[in-house]
């Protein structure tokens, strides 16, 4: 892929905000928006610290069982690139109040019909 459609500003932009607002929505667990930017797909993968979920109704049972309690963090070294103008990744590490450990987490986003959504999920901690 030549460079100049790496990091588009505009798709970078378009990203930026489907991130954030993922971002928001989970340490406020809002779930309806939180299975909003998930690919509603059999195919869609989430590997979270204590959790392998496959498929969009395995992460929705998730979501809806997971306490709301301890949900703010802090993100530190977020990166995220785009390719092209409808594939992203997004990493970061992130910190919990009262937890040492450094949380990592991974996004794949891929531009659809319905918008931008996560294909692909890891979430993992340090330490």
């Known amino acids: 892929m030549k460079s ?7 798709i970078l932009a378009e990203v930026n905000a ?9 340490i406020t667990n809002d779930v309806a928006i939180l299975d909003e930017l998930f690919w509603h797909d059999t195919r869609t993968v989430r590997y979270g610290a204590g959790e392998n ?6 992460i929705q049972a998730f979501r809806a069982s997971r306490s709301p309690v301890g949900l703010d963090r802090v993100l530190q070294n977020t990166v995220i690139t785009t390719f092209g103008d409808d594939l992203a990744v997004a ?4 910190t919990r109040e009262g937890s040492d450990k450094i949380g990592r987490q991974t996004q794949t986003w891929v531009k659809l019909a319905c918008g931008w959504r996560i294909v692909a999920a890891h979430i993992s901690l340090m330490g």
């Open 4 to 10: 100049e459609y790496i990091d588009r500003p505009a």
């Open 18 to 26: 489907a991130y954030y607002q993922y971002e928001q929505a989970l």
């Open 53 to 58: 979920l496959y498929g969009i109704e395995a």
């Open 91 to 94: 990493n970061t590490e992130f």
